[in-house]
Structures are given as structure tokens and as C-alpha cells.
């Protein structure tokens, strides 16, 4: 198949649009919703958050130089961007005629993974729960490059060297066909992966709803328990309270820093840095001050594979999204080492080192997905406003 410039233009006008809408004070005036501005895609695994499983779709895809292709369960990540499928799956190899003039990876720092590959241009198509006259689920077609995986391989050496010899690989594999992974987060892109931004993200650049072309859409999305929502309208919005979101340094404008944030352990002096409420890992990872991570208890994990060092029973985790002084939301945890499938605890805040002088995102903390027992989430991707909805 090929993709038209039409088909890019209907996902490009849009943002174009609600650009000149946007403001740094207050939100936008959203839609009101239509049939082809807005829909509801379900999680094909509920419950969400669950302590053992990531969230996940049932997702097709398709690129000029491979057939159609449906994926039963491909997990859903908002602490990755892109779209990631074994290249194997897709019909590809090293005798396969595709485009391969933008290499890429994507590294997933919580387990060492790498995966390297070739951005190329497809549509993937999400479904909703709906169905036609003819019992087919209505679909949600985005455009978008994904990462067609060439290599997969586990290296943790990435994450220090922004590269890897063959030496430092293990677990390699070629033209993988276990691969299928949909990353949707903001503020991802680093040194390490500069391709990393917007136009990477499914739910953020929808084409099509129900067959015909988006109409009067406000790119973004909402995270629940029950899914995700495309398309920002004025009902679906109302009752989130929002925070603006910076732009990445040297970035496009709609290429959103993650969110604001203020954190203290024990009645510690707060740290101000960013947050990541990420789908992909139960556990928590923190980054404080030095000052502070001097001061807090810590013991080997029971719970996270190779045993981290984790806060102790007792330790008290404050979060305020965006500071103490004016927070659109906060919680507490108090840490007792026994998380549970309905609680915000997760199975361990797994303390890394402070963060250095060249720290693009200071202290830190990666809440991991049981903080969504608490909250749904809200990203505004053409004017950059994140939301919390508490349950």
C-alpha cells in the first residue's frame, strides 16, 4: 500500500489548528465530541493496573512492503515511545526489499533491552468495542513510523555507552517474531534516543475513526482502568485537573517534557524534578538528592528480580504533581512491603543513584503502573497539559 499525502495532511491540520489555540495559562476550549473526533479502544487484559501483566491491545499493522498483519496482544508502554515489532513478524529479513534509510532503537532501561531496527511508515489500526451492521469492530486507524526490529538483544551497558558492541550483547536474537510492544509516553527523548518524540506515538496521531477521516480533532489521550480514550473532547476532559507541560530543550513544540513534580521521603527536604507514570513496570524507581539518599533505609528486595536495593518497611514516599504549593494531585505511601493488586503501593522503590550535575531531569521518580489504582491520566498532546482524574 502507500500513504498519501492527503492521509498526512488529515493527521497534520489539526495540530496546526489547535496550535493557534493554545495558551501557557489555561487549557484549551476542547470539542465537543462528534462520531470522528473521539473513541474508546479497550484493554483486551482488564484488570488495570495489575501487579504481574502490562496493559494491552489487540492491533493490526500494515506497510507498503508488508502484508496486514493482526497482533492478538501487543502491551501498551507510557515509559517508551514508538511502535516496536519484530521485523520477523512482519515478513521481513536481510532479503527482504523495505526501506531501510532510517535506522533506529528503542532501550528499555528497566530490563537492559535493546532493540534495533528500521523505522518505516505504517498504519496501525486499534479496536473498539463497537460493532457495525455486520459485527466487525469499528476501527481506529493511526499513522505513524514504527520500529521494525532487525536485532534484539539485552545490554546494559546502553544505558552508560549509547551503544553496544557485540561483546556486550547477550540473549541476541535476529529478525525477531516475539516482538510486538506499542510505546505512547511523552518526554522520553535523550542522548541515548533522539528519535523519541510525538510523531512516533499512535494515540496522539489518529487518522481515521470508524472509516472516515478524523474531523475536528484535538490530538491526545486519556489512560483509565477500563483503556484508553483518542481524541480530547470538552465532556471527556472536564473533570481532570491540569498542569502545563514544558517543551523538550531543542525539541518541537509539541515535544512535552515528562511532568513536573515534588518529592520527600521521611520529612525530607522536597526534591523537585519529573515524574513518569509508567504502564510498563510494576516496581518504582526514585533518584534523590544526595542529602536525602544518605538519610533513607533501604534493604534487598524480596520481590524485584536481581534484588535492588529498595526503601525498608516504614519508609514514607511523599509525590506532588506538579509542587507542594499548588498540586493538581498528591499521595502517600507508606512502604510495608506487601503490595496489593488494589493498592498504589508497588513492589518496591527501588533507590538509584542521585541524580549528577548533567541530569536532564534532576531527582526523579518512574511511579511505576500501580499508581493508576488512585488515578486516571490525561495527555493534551497539541497544547501540552497533563491531567490526573482521581477514582
Avoid at 532487525?150 to 516482538?179: H, L, M, R
Avoid at 542521585?354 to 526523579?364: A, D, E, L, N, R
Amino acid at each position: 500500500m502507500r500513504f498519501s499525502s492527503l492521509a498526512a495532511a488529515s493527521a497534520i491540520l489539526p495540530l496546526a489548528l489547535a496550535q493557534e489555540q493554545c495558551s501557557s495559562v489555561e487549557p484549551p476550549t476542547y470539542p465537543e465530541a462528534n462520531p470522528y473526533n473521539t473513541a474508546f479502544l479497550p484493554f483486551v487484559n482488564p484488570p488495570f493496573p495489575d501487579l504481574t501483566s502490562t496493559p494491552s491491545f489487540g492491533i493490526s499493522v500494515k506497510t507498503e512492503w508488508s502484508k496486514n498483519k493482526y497482533i492478538r496482544r501487543a502491551g501498551m508502554d507510557t515509559g517508551s515511545t514508538g511502535v516496536v515489532i519484530g521485523g520477523g513478524l512482519l515478513g521481513l529479513s536481510d532479503s527482504t526489499q523495505f526501506d531501510r534509510s532510517t535506522p533506529g532503537n528503542e532501550y528499555l532501561s528497566s530490563s537492559g533491552r535493546l532493540w534495533t531496527g528500521y523505522w518505516i511508515q505504517a498504519d496501525v489500526t486499534f479496536y473498539t468495542a463497537e460493532r457495525d451492521e455486520k459485527g466487525r469492530r469499528k476501527q481506529v486507524v493511526t499513522h505513524v513510523p514504527i520500529l521494525a526490529v532487525n536485532e534484539s538483544s539485552i545490554c546494559f551497558a546502553f544505558a552508560k555507552q549509547g551503544y553496544c558492541s557485540d561483546s556486550d550483547k547477550t540473549s541476541v536474537s535476529e529478525w525477531p517474531t516475539d516482538i510486538h510492544y506499542i510505546g505512547v509516553g511523552f518526554g522520553r527523548g535523550s542522548v541515548q534516543q533522539p528519535q523519541a518524540l510525538p510523531d512516533k506515538v499512535p494515540f496522539v496521531n489518529v487518522g481515521k475513526i470508524s472509516g472516515e477521516d478524523v474531523e475536528d480533532i484535538h490530538q491526545g489521550y486519556i489512560l483509565s482502568q477500563a483503556g484508553i480514550r483518542v481524541g480530547l473532547t470538552s465532556d471527556e476532559v472536564a473533570p481532570f485537573h491540569k498542569t502545563k507541560l514544558d517543551v523538550r530543550p531543542d525539541s518541537k513544540s509539541n515535544d512535552w517534557q515528562m511532568v513536573n513534580m515534588a518529592i520527600r521521603i521521611d520529612d525530607s527536604p522536597f526534591n523537585y524534578g519529573k515524574a513518569l507514570l509508567d504502564t510498563g513496570i510494576n516496581q518504582s524507581y526514585v533518584a534523590v538528592n544526595q542529602d536525602i539518599q544518605s538519610e533513607v533505609k533501604t534493604e534487598a528486595s524480596r520481590l524485584i528480580k536481581n534484588s535492588p536495593r529498595v526503601l525498608a518497611p516504614g519508609s514514607v514516599v511523599e509525590v506532588f504533581i506538579p509542587d507542594e504549593k499548588n498540586p493538581i494531585a498528591n499521595y502517600t505511601v507508606t512502604v510495608t512491603g506487601n503490595p496489593t493488586a488494589a493498592g498504589i503501593e508497588p513492589p518496591g522503590f527501588v533507590m538509584e543513584a542521585p541524580p549528577s550535575p548533567s541530569s536532564t531531569t534532576g531527582p526523579f521518580i518512574n511511579t511505576g503502573r500501580m499508581v493508576y489504582n488512585g488515578w486516571d491520566a490525561m495527555l493534551d498532546s497539541d497544547c501540552g497539559w497533563f491531567g490526573l482524574k482521581k477514582h
